[in-house]
């Protein structure tokens, strides 16, 4: 009769220390699972995507690059600088901002390729657009706001076609998303503006 207790109590300490056990390395195995799953996804999202924006009728491909998009032209003279990044923020060299604007009377050049052209990051991800100041025109019953239109994207990479507006333009409605308003300096009579773009890239996942 002792040796029958004995077994039961053996028997009973061990299916306890099983259950123990077993379930210390199923909630340990979940917290490391949920763990990475949260790194992996702030790795993949902490830079969020730049909103995408209509490409609009006066897009032309072909424009050749450029030095400065304003050359020889009337304006307000423009600087914008920036970063072009993936979803991870690293910058990304050689991406191409194709970029085509209204000059300072509302009008695009649709024979030729004056406010039309392309600019590439550098080693930094880094880029310079040097323009002038759009003016705002009217399209059809509607009037846009001054804008930049531009298409960024690297060699083989997906394409954001999207637009940056200027902050305190009074023809800004609810339309135009507030995350593509830049805001705007006077240095001594040149605007200036930065704008960080995050696309996405394939590439990225291959770091
Ligand atoms: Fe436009």
């Known amino acids: 009769m002792k040796n029958n207790n004995f077994l039961i109590i053996i028997g009973l300490v061990a299916i306890i220390s099983f259950t123990i056990t077993f379930y210390s390395i199923t909630a340990f195995a979940q917290s490391t699972n949920q763990t990475s799953t949260?790194?992996?996804?702030?790795?993949?999202?902490?830079c969020k995507l730049t909103e995408s924006d209509m490409l609009?009728?006066?897009?032309?491909?072909?424009?050749p690059f450029k030095q400065r998009l304003g050359e020889?032209?009337?304006?307000?003279?423009?600087?914008?600088?920036?970063?072009?990044m993936d979803?991870?923020?690293?910058?990304?060299?050689?991406?191409?901002?194709?970029?085509?604007?209204?000059?300072?009377t509302g009008e695009y050049d649709n024979n030729g390729f004056?406010?039309?052209g392309k600019v590439q990051t550098n080693n930094n991800g880094t880029y310079i657009i040097d323009?002038?100041?759009p003016k705002e025109y009217a399209a059809g019953d509607i009037n846009r706001p001054s804008h930049i239109h531009l298409?960024?994207?690297a060699p083989n990479q997906p394409t954001l076609t999207t637009q940056l507006y200027f902050e305190g333009d009074p023809y800004l409605t609810d339309m135009e998303d507030?995350?593509?308003?830049?805001?705007?300096?006077?240095?001594?009579g040149t605007k200036k503006a930065n704008f960080d773009f995050v696309i996405e890239h394939y590439n990225q996942y291959e770091k």
Request: net charge positive; charged share 25%.
């Open 131 to 133: 323009t002038i100041v």
């Open 38 to 46: 949260l790194q992996s996804h702030q790795q993949n999202s902490f």
């Open 114 to 116: 004056t406010l039309r």
């Open 72 to 84: 020889g032209v009337e304006g307000e003279r423009l600087i914008i600088t920036g970063k072009v």
């Open 56 to 63: 609009g009728p006066f897009y032309k491909e072909g424009a």
């Open 178 to 188: 507030k995350s593509l308003v830049m805001k705007v300096i006077d240095e001594n």
């Open 87 to 104: 979803t991870r923020c690293q910058p990304i060299k050689d991406a191409i901002l194709d970029v085509w604007q209204a000059n300072s």
């Open 151 to 153: 298409k960024v994207g």
